[in-house]
């Protein structure tokens, strides 16, 4: 391998990008822009992941938030390769997300940032309300990661091992 050469490395992952903004800081010529970008890694198989990251343009802001998505990637215990364990709430913010387990050929019930989460997690039959008072994406998908993030702790008791 040449000195120069990258090795590019092929992400195991699917990306969705959740949302892109532009943000301003003041500053004392004027105004300086940069975007903020949220994005939803997941392999579809009980692994999924968010993030969120700024920079100067938008292909260096989505890059960034992909990074640290596959950071953040959790890992979902599936019933069946299809559905969820048990019903499930959580809040996060003024967000929350109620997440309930459904019978084999539902679909995704759900919108917004819950539904890419819950796609790109492998889940395909769940039905997920967002019941805050909040219309915030990122709030939004926070809230539906900690009601996934629940049941890692009730496999680990299930099968005996100790929760650290």
Same mark, same amino acid.
């Given at each position: 391998?040449?000195? #120069? ?21 003041? !500053?004392?010529?004027? *105004? ?39 950071? #953040?990637?959790?890992?979902?215990? /599936? *019933?069946?390769?299809?559905?969820? /364990? ?31 989460? /819950? ?9 997920? *309300? ?11 998908? !926070? ?12 496999? !680990?008791?299930? #099968?005996? *091992?100790?929760?650290?």
């Amino acid at each position: 391998m040449r000195r #120069n050469e990258k090795i590019i490395k092929k992400s195991e992952f699917k990306e969705k990008v959740l949302e892109i903004r532009r943000v301003a800081r003041v !500053m004392a010529g004027g *105004k300086r822009f940069s975007f903020r970008a949220a994005v939803v890694v997941g392999d579809e198989r009980g692994r999924v992941g968010f993030g969120t990251a700024k920079g100067l343009d938008v292909a260096a802001a989505v890059q960034k938030a992909k990074h640290q998505a596959e950071k #953040n990637v959790i890992k979902v215990q /599936l *019933k069946d390769a299809r559905t969820i /364990l048990h019903d499930t709430e959580a809040k996060f913010g003024a967000a929350v997300v109620r997440i309930k387990l459904c019978k084999p050929g539902h679909g995704v019930i759900a919108g917004g940032a819950s539904r890419v989460i /819950l796609e790109l997690a492998g889940i395909k039959d769940v039905s997920a *309300k967002t019941i805050g008072r909040t219309k915030n994406k990122i709030v939004n998908a !926070m809230a539906t990661i900690k009601a996934l993030q629940s049941f890692i702790g009730v496999e !680990m008791v299930v #099968n005996n *091992k100790k929760i650290l």
